[in-house]
């Protein structure tokens, strides 16, 4: 299951990317994604970058972590031109 960070995040990830998480929520669910380990996160929190095509076929990077059974979503946004680049090669 996953949740979002809380509504004004949610607003703000709406305002900043134009990404709602209730459509970055539904790549999470594709086994096939591109994931890998931010290491430039926090050292508390792991954070993990996943890089899959949505519904309409945009390429989104979503940033989430788990927190017990769930996965908090952090941010979405769609991808740049070098990551869909690398998300085509896989």
Do not use: C
Request: glycine share 6%; no cysteine.
């Amino acid at each position: 299951m996953w949740r979002s960070s809380g509504i004004q995040k949610a607003a703000s990830n709406i305002e900043k990317h134009g990404v709602r998480f209730s459509d970055a929520a539904t790549v999470l669910e594709d086994g096939m994604a591109m994931t890998v380990l931010d290491d430039e996160s926090d050292p508390s929190e792991q954070r993990l970058v996943l890089l899959e095509a949505d519904a309409s076929g945009s390429i989104l990077v979503v940033v989430y972590t788990w927190r017990g059974n769930d996965i908090r979503l952090i941010s979405a946004r769609r991808a740049e031109p070098r990551e869909r680049e690398e998300y085509e090669k896989q």
